[in-house]
């Protein structure tokens, strides 16, 4: 098995669709079916449980960042500000109204979820774009990975979803752009979740966006500089 024969769709089934769900890196008309999955179907649910158990670990290095005062001050206009001139009767009934509580209850949840989401989506003093995603698999292999890579922290998280590693061999990642010579970025520790540190040429590289890779080779990485072994996962970054 070569590199380019690797770089073809991803493939993962309902396991790597449900980490990708707890990730948030589905397109809206997927999320819609994994939430409806959820509802109705009890081991995809106990696989989204799951998940966000193994991958809570990877959030555990990031702080919790308080929100700018602005975004309460701008949901508290958008939920109690009505016009002054609205008579008695219209805000009565607008306190006993079914609708008017459903809706407070859903921008309730929606400012939970901007809380929780600030440190990700906008971390103070790192460029807004600073986490990418990948699904390393490949056809034939039974090793599946899920990578995320953290510019705002300069390393990449690894979570290990299937595949075993066999005696007297290491898992090395690599990084594939272009038509160049991949580029290794280390040998993957053995575990559940592993971060690899990335160096500085490597980074700008990827927030470009690139294909990662996970080969088989001897133990403490391939002696060569390039892949020796057979590329047993492959998937592309893409943004979160």
Known sequence: MTLAEDN??????????????????????????????????????????????????MA????????PASVKAAID??????PAAAPVEARAGLWSSLGFWRGLAAAAVAALALYIAVPYVNPPAVQP?????????????DVKYLAVYDAAHHEVGLSHVSGDLAAGKDFELWMIEGKNAPVSM???????????????????????????????????????????????????????
Do not use: C, M
Not at 61 to 67: H, L, M, N, W
């Open 60 to 67: 555990s290095a990031y702080p919790e960042i308080e929100p």
């Open 129 to 141: 774009q600073t986490r990418l995603v990948a699904s390393l698999a490949a056809e034939g292999s």
């Open 186 to 240: 280390g040998v993957i520790p053995a575990g559940a979740t592993a971060r690899l540190p990335i160096s500085p040429a490597v980074q700008a590289k990827l927030a470009q966006g690139a294909v990662l890779a996970v080969s088989l080779e001897p133990t403490g990485g391939s002696p060569t500089g390039q892949p020796t072994g057979p590329v047993v996962a492959a998937g592309d970054l893409k943004n979160i």
């Open 77 to 82: 206009r958008r939920l109690f500000a009505s």
């Open 8 to 57: 073809g769709p991803e493939r993962g089934g309902d396991d790597v669709f449900a980490a990708e769900y707890v990730l948030g890196v589905l397109a809206q008309d997927e999320r819609q079916i994994a939430s409806r999955r959820i509802d109705t179907e009890t081991a995809f649910a106990r696989l989204v449980d799951g998940w966000e158990v193994h991958l809570s670990p």
